[in-house]
């Protein structure tokens, strides 16, 4: 971690021109953000820049746009939030970024900001496109990545644009993921229990292989757990499987054995007919064929809480079921009560990563604590499984 070149809070940076790419990639129905959870995180470093008498200018992407212009995926509503939030004058910047961008951006006065449209809609950026890269460097003094979520992609407001400003560094958010996910990777204090949910095995082998080396326990939940049972022979139902995975998980047991890394998955689980419907508490050996196993049941959770009750450091990534519907909530929302509490009271560290996890803990209606609620999906995988991620090394 020493190795990254951070932005160091004395650097005057008045009057200077700052490139701050952020991970501003909200859902937005209707022209409404529903979770501004990530606009939230960033704005205490965008206040303190304007305090500085900065000139920033904000890059950040919305969905996955290949190119072009769709409206639905617009900045405009997080222009209008950061207009609101802010206490500055915000600028919107729809045009084309050619040559003529710079001398456009020369109106920009110290402490004001400029919010760059969803930089996806340039098909240059997801190629990393060296031309597309320099004019946007171009734009500034300094480059700031305050994205991790986005570290893992080399793309050009990520990579390689940084071959076209003064100095590179990383913000403080991304400072933060670092820092939390080596408590579980290097600065560890055991024992270490990760719990992985998520619908699929495949996507996560790699992670789990790297885990596995690290961690003194892995829980197994949510639809990835469905291809445990059938390794184990039992019937799941019209349960979401993956194909072919008994080579890998024959693998995972033999590393576990290994490393001495316990291995634990559900013992009871709740059942429905569909996603929609009410729930069955049953044992997994009671399935019949046309249930569906969407939660993890009441036995499962004394035992994944007396493994947190036991542990010092957690790491959580996917829920325990489809938490969508409450009727199969109950696992997920007990993972995140008794890791909070522990959290709270016992000085547990706890390191809560991964989309859907952050909507599960969202949706919960009572006040949670955690040691880092990580807002990355890919990237937070990645640098779990020990790649140097392209965003990163660039800023090394």
Same mark, same amino acid.
Request: with cysteine.
């Given at each position: 971690?020493d ?8 650097l005057?940076?008045?009057?200077q021109k700052?490139?701050l790419r $952020?991970?501003?990639?909200v ?10 959870t990530?606009?939230i ?5 965008i206040?303190r820049l304007?305090?500085k008498?900065? =000139? ?6 919305l969905g996955?746009?290949? +190119?072009?212009?769709v409206?639905e995926?617009?900045?405009i509503p997080?222009?209008?939030y950061?207009?609101?939030a802010?206490?500055?004058?915000v600028?919107?910047?729809k ?5 003529e961008?710079?001398?456009?951006f020369?109106?920009?006065?110290? +402490?004001?900001?400029i919010l760059?449209e969803n930089?996806?809609y340039?098909?240059e950026?997801t190629?990393?496109n060296?031309e ?6 171009e734009? +500034?003094d300094f ?6 979520s ?19 560094y ?8 670092i ?8 600065? =560890?204090k055991?024992?270490v229990t990760c ?11 790699n992670?789990?292989t ?9 829980i197994i939940?949510?639809?990835?757990a ?5 390794y ?7 349960s979401l499987?993956e194909?072919n ?5 024959d693998?995972?047991? =033999?590393k576990?054995g290994?490393?001495n890394c316990?291995i ?13 419907g ?6 997994l ?6 249930e ?6 009441d036995?499962t959770i004394?035992?994944i809480?007396?493994?947190?009750n036991?542990?010092?450091t ?9 938490f969508e519907?409450?009727n199969f909530?109950k696992?997920?929302f ?6 909070s ?5 016992k000085? $547990?560290?706890?390191?809560?990563? +991964? ?5 599960a803990?969202?949706k919960?209606?009572?006040? $949670?604590?955690?040691?880092? $609620?990580?807002t ?5 995988l990645?640098f779990?499984?020990? =790649?140097?991620l ?7």
């Amino acid at each position: 971690m020493d190795k990254i070149n951070f932005f160091p809070d004395e650097l005057i940076v008045e009057n200077q021109k700052i490139i701050l790419r $952020l991970d501003l990639n909200v859902p937005i129905k209707d022209q409404k953000i529903t979770d501004d959870t990530r606009i939230i995180l960033c704005l205490p470093f965008i206040k303190r820049l304007i305090e500085k008498k900065a =000139k920033i200018i904000i890059i950040s992407h919305l969905g996955r746009p290949k +190119g072009v212009k769709v409206p639905e995926l617009s900045l405009i509503p997080i222009y209008r939030y950061l207009k609101n939030a802010l206490k500055t004058n915000v600028f919107f910047f729809k045009g084309d970024l050619d040559n003529e961008t710079k001398e456009k951006f020369s109106h920009l006065k110290a +402490g004001e900001v400029i919010l760059i449209e969803n930089i996806r809609y340039f098909k240059e950026e997801t190629e990393n496109n060296e031309e597309f890269s320099k004019r946007l460097g171009e734009l +500034g003094d300094f480059y700031i990545n305050d994205a991790f979520s986005c570290s893992h992609r080399k793309q050009a407001s990520i990579h390689n644009i940084t071959n076209f400003v003064k100095k590179s560094y990383a913000g403080p958010l991304l400072k933060k993921e670092i820092t939390a996910i080596n408590l579980i990777i290097k600065n =560890k204090k055991e024992p270490v229990t990760c719990i992985l949910g998520g619908s699929k095995i495949s996507t996560k082998i790699n992670v789990i292989t790297s885990l596995i080396k690290k961690v003194n326990n892995l829980i197994i939940v949510g639809a990835m757990a469905n291809n445990f049972f059938v390794y184990k022979n039992l019937k799941v139902g019209k349960s979401l499987i993956e194909d072919n995975t008994k080579k890998i998980i024959d693998n995972i047991y =033999k590393k576990a054995g290994l490393c001495n890394c316990e291995i634990l998955i559900p013992e009871d689980c709740v059942v429905g007919i569909d996603y929609d419907g009410t729930g069955k508490y049953k044992n997994l050996d009671e399935v019949n064929d046309e249930e569906i196993i969407l939660d993890i049941g009441d036995n499962t959770i004394k035992n994944i809480k007396k493994k947190i009750n036991e542990s010092n450091t957690v790491l959580w990534n996917g829920p325990a079921g489809y938490f969508e519907n409450e009727n199969f909530s109950k696992g997920t929302f007990s993972i995140a009560e008794i890791i909070s509490k522990n959290t709270t009271k016992k000085s $547990l560290i706890s390191v809560i990563g +991964g989309g859907d996890t952050l909507a599960a803990i969202n949706k919960y209606n009572n006040k $949670l604590s955690f040691s880092h $609620l990580s807002t990355a999906g890919g990237a937070f995988l990645e640098f779990l499984e020990g =790649k140097d991620l392209p965003g990163i090394s660039v800023l090394k």
